[in-house]
C-alpha cells in the first residue's frame, strides 16, 4: 500500500508541525487531513504537484510503500524502494545538539558548499 509520509519529510527539512505548514501554504483543511492521516485514496496529480512543489522535492520523497499482507511481490520490485528505513534524528534536532565549536566547523562547510 503507497500512503504519505510528509510529516517525517518535514521533519527532515526542520518543519516540525506540517499541518501548520501546509496551513500557511494554502492547503485546504480536508486535504491536510486526508494526507497527514493516510486517509487519501484517491491521488490528484495537481495535488501531488502542489505538495511537491511546497517541499521542493519529488513525489518518492514524499511517498512510502507497506506490502500488502498476501501480495508479496519479488525482493528486486522497484516498490522496495519506498519502504522507509529506520527513522533517523532530522537534521535540526542533531544540530541543536552540537557544541559551540563544531557549530563553527558546520559553517564553514556550509560557506564552502555554498561557493561550489
Known amino acids: 500500500m503507497l500512503y ?3 510529516q517525517g ?3 527532515t527539512r526542520g518543519i516540525d508541525d ?3 505548514f501546509l496551513s500557511h501554504n494554502k492547503m ?3 486535504q491536510q487531513n486526508k494526507i497527514l492521516y493516510n486517509k487519501v485514496e484517491v491521488l ?3 495535488l501531488l504537484e502542489k505538495l511537491c512543489e511546497l517541499c521542493d522535492c519529488t513525489p518518492n520523497d514524499l511517498l512510502a510503500w507497506k506490502p500488502d499482507e498476501g501480495r508479496p511481490l519479488p525482493p528486486e520490485h522497484q516498490l522496495h524502494k519506498l519502504v522507509p528505513k529506520n527513522p533517523e ?3 535540526t534536532d542533531r544540530i541543536r545538539k552540537l557544541p559551540l565549536h563544531k557549530l563553527n566547523k558546520l559553517k564553514d562547510m556550509l560557506d564552502e ?3 561550489e
Open 18 to 20: 506540517a499541518q501548520q
Open 28 to 30: 485546504p483543511y480536508h
Open 9 to 11: 519529510f518535514l521533519k
Open 113 to 115: 558548499l555554498e561557493r
Open 89 to 91: 534524528p532530522s537534521p
Open 44 to 46: 490528484n496529480l495537481s
Open 4 to 6: 504519505f509520509q510528509i
